[in-house]
C-alpha cells in the first residue's frame, strides 16, 4: 500500500499561462500533503505543507499566491502554478504522509517547462 | 538551527560494501528515514530509525545512535543499480522533516 500519483508527469507550457498538478493518494488517506521542488542536481526544496480543509503553510520565500495550493479531500492536493515564467522550470513532487510513523510517500513528480 | 550532513559523492564498485553516514542537528527527534532518488525521479523510501540500533532490511541496513545524533545507510552485494542519491531525513518535534542534501553514491564495475 501507500500509492501516491501525480498527474501530469510532463507539462509543456507557454509563458504566463497557468499549470495544475493534481496529487493523489490512491489507497490511503493523507493527513498531510507536501509539495517540494527540486532543481536539477539539488536537493529536495519543501515549498508547502498542507493539511485536508485548512490552509497551506508555505516555506520562507516561496509566494503564495503564485504557487496556489488546495487539499480539498484527505485523497487530493493540487498545485497551480499561475503566471509561470521560464525560471519556475522544474521538476515539482508531492508526498503523502498518513500518520505514525510519518514516512511519507512520494508521488512520480511533474516535469515542468515553461517556455 | 536545524541541520543534517551527509557527504556529497561516494563512489564504490560493484559487490563491495559502502557506508553512508549521516549526521543531525534538530528542535526535537522523531525518527530518521532514508530514502532512495534515482535520477530524473521522486525519492523511494527505504528505512526508518528511531530507537537505537541496527535495522537490516535485505542489502540494506539502517543504523542510529540518538546520543551522538548519527546514521549511517549500509549497503551490501553492491549493484550498478544502487547508483543513486540517498537521502537523510529527520523527523523534528513538529513532525517536520528536515532533509540531508544527498549523498550521490556512483558505483563501478
Known amino acids: 500500500g501507500a500509492v501516491v500519483s501525480q498527474h501530469p508527469s510532463r507539462v509543456i507550457c507557454k509563458s504566463g499561462t497557468s499549470v495544475k498538478i493534481e496529487c493523489r493518494s490512491l489507497?490511503?488517506?493523507?493527513?498531510?500533503m507536501f509539495w517540494y521542488r527540486q532543481f536539477p542536481k539539488q536537493s529536495l526544496m519543501l515549498m508547502a505543507t498542507s493539511n485536508e480543509g485548512s490552509k497551506a503553510t508555505y516555506e520562507q520565500g516561496v509566494e503564495k499566491d503564485k504557487f496556489l495550493i488546495n487539499h480539498a479531500s484527505l485523497t487530493l492536493s493540487t498545485l497551480t502554478v499561475t503566471s509561470a515564467h521560464p525560471e519556475d522550470s522544474s521538476f515539482y513532487i508531492c508526498?503523502?504522509?498518513?500518520?505514525?510513523?510519518?514516512?511519507?510517500?512520494f508521488g512520480p513528480g511533474t516535469r515542468l517547462t515553461v517556455t | 538551527g536545524q541541520n543534517i550532513d551527509q557527504p556529497t559523492e561516494m563512489t564504490a564498485t560493484e559487490g563491495a560494501i559502502v557506508q553512508i553516514n549521516c549526521t543531525y542537528q534538530?528542535?526535537?527527534?522523531?525518527?530518521l528515514f532514508w530514502y532512495q532518488q534515482h535520477a530524473g525521479e521522486a525519492p523511494t523510501f527505504l528505512s526508518y530509525n528511531v530507537l537505537d540500533g541496527l535495522e537490516e532490511k535485505g542489502r540494506f541496513s539502517s543504523f542510529l545512535s540518538r546520543s551522538k545524533g548519527y546514521s549511517y545507510l549500509l549497503l551490501k552485494e553492491l549493484q550498478m543499480k544502487d547508483s543513486a542519491s540517498y537521502l537523510c531525513a529527520a523527523l523534528d518535534s513538529n513532525y517536520q522533516l528536515i532533509w540531508g542534501a544527498g549523498t550521490k553514491l556512483i558505483i563501478k564495475p
Open positions: 489507497d490511503f488517506q493523507a493527513t498531510t
Open positions: 534538530t528542535s526535537g527527534f522523531n525518527g
Open positions: 508526498s503523502a504522509r498518513r500518520g505514525e510513523p510519518y514516512e511519507q510517500y
